[in-house]
């Protein structure tokens, strides 16, 4: 009984996974052309019953590790060594191996949907707790994903020797923040009685205070 179980939960865990090399293309393209409405999709999905969310694209939290995994593995594959995982001073020493690398850079790039999370409570005025932050958390990892995708293959093509490379790299780059500016931007713009200038000036602000993380936890790691 217990065998097939076993049998029963790998079939499951074949098919979602094998079924990512189908959604998660899907769901790039729908959240870079249509981002806002992806948003809106993640706060719709939260209120159906849990056998019926995400019928139709990946789950959010799910499709920002997996855009991540990509790169990183993405990153190996063309040579390319993880500077913290290279490392053997301070934290550094605790990421030996790809598994923890991964992780850490989950983390790490997970702090800028929590972060706008926050700040789209503060802005509403509600009080922050778990229940109220996972709705907005959520709906901020798709435009988060694509965030990280382009930065991070942005990060990679700018390392390597070739020049139109590194032109290409750093283009992505800047489209990626860009991208993110933008799409926060108009997200908090919907907010009754938001203007423009502030909506810019809340997802700047949280872009900001992820960054600063970011680069907090770079330094603690590295050094």
């Known amino acids: 009984m217990d065998f097939m179980k076993l049998l029963n939960s790998l079939d499951e865990l074949l098919y979602e996974v094998m079924s990512w090399l189908i959604f ?12 806002v409405e992806m948003m809106q999709y993640a706060d719709q999905q939260l209120n159906q019953p849990e056998a019926k969310q995400y019928a139709d694209a990946l789950n959010p939290p799910v499709f920002l590790t997996a855009a991540l995994a990509m790169t990183h593995f993405g990153a190996s594959a063309l040579g390319q060594v993880d500077q913290i995982e290279a490392s053997h001073r301070g934290l550094s020493a605790m990421i030996n191996d790809d598994t923890s690398a991964l992780l850490l850079r989950i983390i790490v790039f997970a702090l800028f949907p929590l972060m706008m999370a926050v700040r789209e409570v503060r802005r509403e005025k509600r009080p922050l707790n778990r229940k109220s932050l996972q709705l907005p958390f959520y709906a901020h990892c798709y435009p988060a994903a694509i965030f990280a995708l382009f930065l991070t293959a942005g990060s990679i093509l700018a390392g390597l020797t070739l020049r139109p490379f590194q032109i290409f790299g750093w283009t992505l780059i800047v489209s990626a923040v860009a991208y993110y500016l933008i799409v926060a931007t108009v997200w908090f713009s919907r907010q009754p009685g938001s203007s423009r200038i502030g909506a810019f000036g809340s997802a700047l602000r949280a872009m900001v205070e992820a960054s600063v993380v970011f680069g907090i936890a770079g330094v603690l790691f590295s050094t």
């Open 24 to 35: 998660f293309p899907l769901t790039v393209w729908r959240t870079i052309v249509r981002p």
